[in-house]
């Protein structure tokens, strides 16, 4: 998609860096593709090195085993999209009330996660297939993104904008599982991308938002 590659040459890969560098990110890159589309248990290392365009036994100069190169793919899905984030409440105005922060939140992982990061998609759609010791890195990075979206939830509530009933780990933990799981059933054929963001975004503001 034209978005990824534009997301990839924002960031200035492929410029100015080594041969090796450029060889293992374009592995990486291949992986988070053929790990997105066959899931944990399909992935091959002959189908990355095809689809990266080298040789099977070039991988290994980079990754000790197949479950290395996979564990540093969900590492990274799970690292960019907590960045990615980040970065899109740093920009908001100011005066964004808590409420506001929320829905910019998750308009943010949406997109991320279904049109601009193959990584974190895969790191999502395979969370619950990869062994423990594949998801030790990207497990830690999803509990601070929890936390994150706790500390957004704690806020709005403290402000008045959230229901006071609410159990907001409980919440937190089904905005986040539904979010990610239209990694598995969003079809851009039958919704569009705004469609399911703005769906998303009313079934946040009038089910945990006080009115």
């Not at 080594?18 to 293992?24: E, M, V």
């Not at 509530?157 to 059933?185: C, H, K, P, V, Y």
């Amino acid at each position: 998609m034209a978005e990824r590659a534009g997301a990839r040459a924002r960031t200035g890969a492929g410029r100015s860096l080594p041969k090796s560098h450029r060889t293992r990110e374009r592995i990486l890159d291949a992986a988070a593709r053929v790990l997105g589309s066959k899931g944990y248990a399909g992935t091959r290392l002959q189908d990355v090195a095809a689809e990266a365009g080298l040789q099977a036994p070039a991988i290994y100069y980079y990754f000790g085993s197949r479950d290395e190169l996979i564990a540093e793919v969900m590492y990274v899905g799970a690292h960019r999209v907590r960045g990615h984030v980040i970065d899109v409440l740093a920009a908001l105005p100011v005066e964004t009330d808590a409420m506001g922060r929320i829905l910019a939140a998750v308009e943010a992982h949406l997109r991320y996660e279904l049109l601009i990061s193959d990584y974190t998609t895969a790191s999502v759609r395979n969370a619950g297939q990869v062994p423990e010791s594949v998801r030790e890195r990207a497990a830690a990075e999803e509990a601070a993104y929890s936390h994150m979206w706790r500390d957004l939830f704690e806020q709005a509530q403290a402000a008045g904008e959230l229901r006071s009933d609410l159990d907001l780990n409980l919440t937190r933990f089904l905005i986040i599982g539904a979010m990610n799981w239209a990694a598995e059933w969003w079809d851009p054929k039958h919704r569009t991308l705004d469609d399911l963001v703005a769906s998303t975004q009313a079934l946040v503001l009038n089910g945990v938002g006080r009115h």
